[in-house]
């Protein structure tokens, strides 16, 4: 961690206190007046520091530009986004999470990128993820659970941007297995999995979620206009991305910590009041198939449970799902 990284930190855990040039001395083990030039900095970033003569320093503006800082400031999670690397551009931030992973990132690291060149969906799908319009980011995950749960992390995140997006943004949002988020029936966002594992263990997981926030119908390819959505478009406001990452990063938290100590059965629950309804009568594609088929439920492994198209209950790992218009 740089200096000033260290110094924001500083300042951010005094935030609603001043911290006295001295103390500040001691932690950094700089001169002060190498603490008056890193503020004058601060300040040329948009930060705005007030400082008092006997008293200290307090930061009282965080700039509005995103940064790893100002994601963290305020953020009460205890071990999601403890890191949180951000970049104004990436090819993916899975890449980046799948680097950092393979080094030392601890459980929890978040990357955040404010564009995509590269954003990928499942197989070889792309994911449009426009200059500072979404949120595009991944959590460095290193789960105690089987790999063959793993697909249940992806259910688990559906039901976690559901909850944000009722609660928070006043939306009703449906989830549609195993990955995707629509509004008013087009896709708002989409979350995809992957993992490395051995074979009864898995070393890490990296789930990336991308959220269409303040797209105008311009900001997407014409291809996908009649299919997606964004947040913007379904409220008619714009929406603050550092406080939306925030309210999700809180909520995915306390979800993963229930799905640790009770298990899947609760998410499950929660997944079958945003998702499909159990009888109901679904369409289903697959690489050989299509045909159509009750939704049965969730399996405890995250597949689908349903029906063949010769009437045998079948369980389903991979396939394109969709309602009845
Ligand atoms: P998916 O394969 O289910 O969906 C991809 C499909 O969705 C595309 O083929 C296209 O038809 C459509 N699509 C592409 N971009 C968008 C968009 N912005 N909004 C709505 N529909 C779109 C879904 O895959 C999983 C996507 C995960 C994206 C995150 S972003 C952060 C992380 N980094 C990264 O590269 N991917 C993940």
């Given at each position: 961690?740089?200096?000033?990284?260290?110094?924001?930190?500083?300042?951010?855990?005094?935030?609603?206190?001043?911290?006295?040039?001295?103390?500040?001395?001691?932690?950094?083990?700089?001169?002060?007046?190498?603490?008056?030039?890193?503020?004058?900095?601060?300040?040329?970033?948009?930060?705005?520091?007030?400082?008092?003569?006997?008293?200290?320093?307090?930061?009282?503006?965080?700039?509005?530009?995103?940064?790893?800082?100002?994601?963290?400031?305020?953020?009460?999670?205890?071990?999601?986004?403890?890191?949180?690397?951000?970049?104004?551009?990436?090819?993916?931030?899975?890449?980046?999470?799948?680097?950092?992973?393979?080094?030392?990132?601890?459980?929890?690291?978040?990357?955040?990128?404010?564009?995509?060149?590269?954003?990928?969906?499942?197989?070889?799908?792309?994911?449009?993820?426009?200059?500072?319009?979404?949120?595009?980011?991944?959590?460095?995950?290193?789960?105690?659970?089987?790999?063959?749960?793993?697909?249940?992390?992806?259910?688990?995140?559906?039901?976690?941007?559901?909850?944000?997006?009722?609660?928070?943004?006043?939306?009703?949002?449906?989830?549609?297995?195993?990955?995707?988020?629509?509004?008013n029936r087009k896709k708002c966002a989409g979350i995809l999995t992957e993992m490395q594992a051995e074979q009864d263990q898995i070393w890490y997981v990296v789930l990336g979620m991308g959220i269409n926030v303040n797209h105008t119908l311009d900001d997407f390819p014409k291809d996908l206009h009649s299919r997606a959505t964004s947040l913007k478009l379904e409220t008619d406001k714009t929406w603050e991305i550092r406080d939306l990452i925030q309210k999700i990063l809180v909520t995915f938290e306390r979800t993963y910590n229930t799905y640790l100590d009770n298990g899947f059965s609760v998410i499950k629950e929660r997944w079958e009041k945003d998702g499909f309804r159990i009888g109901e009568q679904i369409k289903i594609k697959t690489l050989r198939d299509k045909w159509e088929a009750p939704f049965l439920g969730i399996a405890e492994d995250g597949a689908l449970q349903t029906k063949t198209p010769n009437g045998e209950e079948t369980k389903l790992y991979s396939a394109e799902i969709d309602w009845f218009s």
């Open positions: 961690q740089s200096t000033r990284n260290k110094l924001i930190d500083i300042l951010s855990n005094n935030s609603d206190t001043y911290i006295s040039g001295q103390a500040i001395s001691e932690q950094l083990q700089i001169s002060r007046s190498a603490i008056w030039k890193h503020m004058k900095e601060l300040e040329k970033d948009g930060y705005v520091i007030e400082g008092k003569s006997k008293r200290g320093y307090r930061i009282l503006e965080y700039p509005n530009k995103l940064s790893g800082n100002t994601i963290k400031w305020g953020l009460e999670t205890e071990w999601l986004g403890k890191e949180i690397i951000y970049k104004d551009t990436l090819k993916s931030t899975q890449i980046l999470a799948h680097e950092l992973a393979q080094g030392h990132a601890q459980h929890g690291t978040v990357v955040v990128a404010g564009e995509q060149t590269q954003g990928r969906g499942r197989m070889d799908h792309t994911w449009e993820s426009s200059k500072e319009k979404g949120i595009w980011m991944s959590f460095i995950l290193r789960p105690e659970i089987a790999p063959n749960q793993a697909p249940q992390l992806t259910l688990l995140a559906a039901t976690v941007l559901a909850e944000v997006l009722r609660r928070d943004v006043g939306v009703v949002p449906m989830i549609k297995w195993p990955n995707d988020l629509l509004i």
